[in-house]
C-alpha cells in the first residue's frame, strides 16, 4: 500500500538536495567566473612590493596579479619617509612606463598617469594600467610632496600565462564537487534506512 506522507517526503528531500547542488554550483563556479566585483579596490590585494630608495624615500610598488600577465594590471604604491617610516597620504604620485619594443619595432608607452588614494588607506596609491604586450616593461614613479619630490624606476616582467593550469584546477574542482555530490547523497540515503 502506498504511503502519501512518505511519497511527499521523498518530494520535499529532491527540491532540497537540488537547491543544495544548485547553491553550491553558484558559489564554487558563479563567482569565479564572472559574478565577482569587475573592479579591483584596496592595496590589500597585493602580496608583495618592490621598494627603491630615492632620496630621503622608499617607494613601494606591487601588482594584482602578483606575476601579470597581457591585460589589466592593478598597481598599489606608498612612498614612506626613509628616515621616520612614515606614509604620506598627500604625495602626488605620477606612473609612467615604457614598454618592451613590438612586432613594428616601435616601443609601447605608458603616458604619464596621476594615481590616487585608496578609500580605505590614504597612504596607498592604485591605477589600473593596461599592458598588453608580453615582456619586460620599466615603470617610473615620479612622487612629490611637501618636503620634495623624487623619482625612481621599477621592471615589471609581463609574461604569457599557461592556459593548463586553470583547465586542470577548473577539472578538479568540478571532480570534488562531484564527489561530495555523491558521498552527501550515499549518506542521505543510510541516514533514512536508520530513521525508518
Same mark, same amino acid.
Given at each position: 500500500m502506498?504511503?502519501?506522507?512518505s511519497?511527499? %517526503?521523498?518530494?520535499d528531500?529532491?527540491?532540497?538536495?537540488?537547491?543544495?547542488v544548485?547553491?553550491?554550483?553558484?558559489?564554487?563556479?558563479?563567482?569565479?567566473?564572472?559574478?565577482?566585483?569587475?573592479? &579591483?579596490?584596496?592595496?590589500?590585494?597585493?602580496?608583495?612590493?618592490?621598494k627603491?630608495? /630615492?632620496?630621503?624615500?622608499?617607494?613601494?610598488?606591487?601588482?594584482?596579479?602578483?606575476?601579470?600577465?597581457?591585460?589589466?594590471v592593478?598597481? /598599489?604604491?606608498?612612498?614612506?619617509?626613509?628616515?621616520?617610516?612614515? %606614509?604620506?597620504?598627500? /604625495?602626488?604620485?605620477?606612473?609612467?612606463?615604457?614598454?618592451?619594443?613590438?612586432?613594428?619595432? !616601435?616601443?609601447?608607452v605608458?603616458?604619464?598617469?596621476?594615481?590616487n588614494?585608496?578609500?580605505?588607506?590614504?597612504?596607498y596609491?592604485?591605477?589600473n594600467?593596461p599592458?598588453?604586450?608580453e615582456?619586460?616593461?620599466?615603470?617610473?614613479l615620479?612622487?612629490s610632496?611637501?618636503?620634495? !619630490?623624487a623619482?625612481?624606476?621599477?621592471?615589471?616582467e609581463? &609574461?604569457?600565462?599557461n592556459?593548463?593550469?586553470?583547465? &586542470?584546477?577548473?577539472?578538479a574542482?568540478l571532480?570534488?564537487?562531484?564527489?561530495?555530490?555523491?558521498?552527501?547523497?550515499?549518506?542521505?540515503?543510510?541516514?533514512?534506512?536508520? %530513521?525508518?
Amino acid at each position: 500500500m502506498l504511503n502519501i506522507s512518505s511519497v511527499l %517526503r521523498r518530494q520535499d528531500s529532491v527540491h532540497f538536495g537540488a537547491a543544495v547542488v544548485a547553491i553550491l554550483l553558484f558559489a564554487f563556479l558563479g563567482l569565479p567566473l564572472g559574478l565577482a566585483p569587475l573592479s &579591483l579596490e584596496a592595496n590589500g590585494s597585493v602580496r608583495e612590493y618592490q621598494k627603491n630608495l /630615492a632620496g630621503n624615500y622608499v617607494i613601494g610598488i606591487g601588482t594584482v596579479p602578483y606575476s601579470p600577465s597581457p591585460g589589466m594590471v592593478h598597481f /598599489a604604491s606608498y612612498v614612506e619617509n626613509r628616515e621616520t617610516k612614515l %606614509r604620506y597620504p598627500n /604625495a602626488e604620485v605620477v606612473l609612467t612606463g615604457l614598454g618592451p619594443v613590438t612586432d613594428e619595432q !616601435s616601443q609601447l608607452v605608458i603616458e604619464a598617469i596621476r594615481m590616487n588614494n585608496t578609500v580605505l588607506d590614504p597612504t596607498y596609491y592604485e591605477l589600473n594600467v593596461p599592458l598588453n604586450h608580453e615582456g619586460l616593461w620599466t615603470i617610473t614613479l615620479e612622487i612629490s610632496v611637501d618636503e620634495g !619630490s623624487a623619482m625612481t624606476v621599477f621592471e615589471i616582467e609581463v &609574461l604569457e600565462t599557461n592556459p593548463v593550469v586553470p583547465i &586542470l584546477t577548473l577539472m578538479a574542482l568540478l571532480g570534488f564537487l562531484f564527489i561530495l555530490g555523491v558521498s552527501g547523497r550515499a549518506w542521505i540515503r543510510e541516514y533514512r534506512k536508520k %530513521r525508518s
